[in-house]
Structures are given as structure tokens and as C-alpha cells.
């Protein structure tokens, strides 16, 4: 028994219903990864290439966010995106779970290189001001984790990677987990208003500073920027 058990089984079980509900892109494969902070400098990670209906707690590693070993299976390795997720913790006092996917409508928007702007005002304040893109990189790659780092200034909670996936940021795994929910909401949404060739209306100006001057305080509260 270690301080991290209880971290391992949710994180498992986050996993087994994101797998099950499609946002990994299918339910047999490794795609995505899921973790959260752990006390002090460390973050519990999902391994790399092992299906999610095959994985115990035992197989979720515990890093410093350094990435240096504190407790994992000699036969697995810890997910290749442990730098990104990494970076996210060390950069954003307020997260304290982050959601990697391959979900479908988000993805339309990896693919469309577009960002999705505030739309409903419920989602907004949940994700912030705009879904933004973060540039390509390969995956696993110094360039992706970079990437990353350059977008988290502007303290929203979900992300979409070009020709990759999405992030979903939270205080806890549940509003990470709903926060990737809300992305996949407001991404099929308007697709499906684009579809029309019709404008789309977004909300006012006014709402958007809002949004934003809320979504910067709570991170402020939460420790201030960059750890």
C-alpha cells in the first residue's frame, strides 16, 4: 500500500469509461492517457501501449513531475505524453488532472486546424474564453511538450492538438472528465452549425471578457502562473 493507491484506482476507472465511451477513438486500443497530481512534486500516469480493459492500478506510474521514477512496473513504461502532462502541472496550479484524447468531433477540429470560439455561456466558463490550437508535433516529442507550455497562459481548461486530439484540464478528474464532455458537446454543435453555411453566433464581447477575467482569477487563487 502506498499514498498513491487510491490515485492508480481512479485513474483506472477514468480511463475504463473514457474507453468505453469513445473518447480514445477505440475500445481496444492504448490511445490517450489520463493522470493526476499527486502530493508534493509527483503525478500518477497511465502506462504506454497497454489497453486500458487489460490495465490494473498496479500498472499507472507515479513521476516526478522532473519525470523521475517514484514507483512503476519494470515491464511497462509510463506514457510517452508524460512531458506534456508534466508541463501542464508545473505551469497551472489550478489543474490537477489532465485528459488526453482522440475524441471524435474534437478531433474534426485537430484536422480543420480551427479553434472552437466561446458559444454557450455555461461551457465557456467551464473551458474558457476559446478552445484553442496547439501547433503539431510528434507525439512524445521535446517540440509537442513546448508547444503546449506556449498555450497555458491563457489559463482555459481544454485545448485542441492539431492533427492529434484534445486536452481537458480540471481541479479534480471529475471536471476534467466534464470538461472533455463540454468539448465534444460544443465541437459536434458547430460542426453541425458550419454545416448549415450559415453565420454562427458567439457570444458577446462582453461575456467573453468575463470569461476571462474569472478563468485568469481562479488560477491566480490557485497559486499564480508558472510553478
Known amino acids: 500500500m502506498t499514498q498513491y493507491d487510491q490515485s492508480k484506482k481512479d ?16 475500445q481496444r486500443g492504448s490511445g490517450g ?6 502530493d508534493g512534486a509527483a503525478m500518477v500516469i497511465t502506462p504506454s501501449s497497454l489497453p486500458y480493459h487489460q490495465m490494473s492500478p498496479n500498472d499507472l506510474f507515479v513521476l516526478g513531475l522532473d519525470l523521475a521514477m517514484i514507483e512503476g512496473q519494470s515491464s511497462l513504461k509510463p506514457s510517452v505524453e508524460a512531458g506534456m502532462h508534466s508541463v501542464i502541472y508545473r505551469h497551472r496550479p489550478d489543474v490537477n488532472a489532465v485528459v488526453h484524447t482522440h475524441q471524435t468531433f474534437g ?28 501547433p503539431y508535433a510528434l507525439s512524445g516529442s521535446q517540440e509537442l511538450v ?17 492533427n492529434h486530439g484534445i486536452l481537458a484540464l480540471g481541479k479534480n478528474l471529475e471536471k476534467a472528465i466534464l470538461h472533455a464532455e ?46
Open 11 to 26: 485513474v483506472l476507472a477514468a480511463c475504463l469509461w473514457l474507453s468505453e465511451h469513445g473518447y480514445f477513438g477505440s
Open 33 to 38: 492517457n489520463v493522470s493526476v497530481r499527486g
Open 107 to 134: 478531433s474534426v477540429f485537430a484536422l480543420l486546424n480551427a479553434p472552437i470560439p466561446a458559444l454557450f455561456d455555461e461551457v465557456a466558463f467551464a473551458l474558457g474564453s476559446m478552445v484553442e490550437i496547439i
Open 146 to 162: 513546448n508547444n503546449v507550455e506556449t498555450k497555458l497562459a491563457n489559463h482555459a481548461n481544454a485545448y485542441v492538438i492539431q
Open 182 to 227: 463540454l468539448l465534444e458537446k460544443i465541437a459536434q454543435v458547430y460542426c453541425l452549425a458550419l454545416s448549415t453555411g450559415k453565420p454562427v453566433s458567439q457570444l458577446p464581447q462582453a461575456v467573453v471578457d468575463l470569461v476571462k477575467a474569472m478563468r485568469d482569477h481562479e488560477v491566480k487563487q490557485a497559486g499564480g502562473g508558472k510553478a
